[in-house]
């Protein structure tokens, strides 16, 4: 059964940095694009950022040049780069596709993670 397997949060400060991960499987990862999304307590869930086959992103006004999406072919993976955090920042973070996860407009997909938690706070 496939699945996605996100990995790399934590605690951090405010401005601080962190980079987390999402495993796609091989089978599928070179035909979809990929999205990370976030949930905070009592929200609902939001897209943060997504990646095309090809490598175009696009991100949510609320975490442009401060966020950084990424994918590695060699490793099936895709990243997020975090930088400058805040503590509007935290939740839970969900990597997402599906198999007809194409364009941008395709979002989101069937296929989630079991999401990681990122928490930001002095």
């Known amino acids: 059964q496939e699945q996605l397997v996100e990995s790399g949060g934590g605690l951090v400060q405010p401005g601080g940095s962190l980079r987390l991960s999402c495993a796609v499987p091989?089978?599928?990862?070179?035909?979809?694009?990929v999205g990370w999304y976030r949930q905070a307590p009592g929200k609902q869930r939001e897209v943060v950022a997504r990646?095309?086959?090809?490598?175009?992103?696009i991100y949510a006004d609320s975490v442009k040049g401060r966020f950084t999406i990424s994918r590695d072919s060699g490793k099936n993976r895709v990243y997020l780069q975090m930088d400058n955090l805040r503590p509007e920042d935290t939740g839970v973070y969900y990597c997402?596709?599906?198999?007809?996860?194409?364009?941008?407009?395709?979002?989101?997909?069937?296929?989630w993670g079991q999401g990681t938690q990122v928490t930001v706070s002095s």
């Open positions: 091989g089978s599928i990862f070179r035909d979809v694009a």
């Open positions: 990646i095309s086959m090809g490598s175009n992103s």
């Open positions: 997402n596709t599906g198999r007809r996860v194409i364009l941008f407009t395709d979002f989101p997909g069937e296929l």
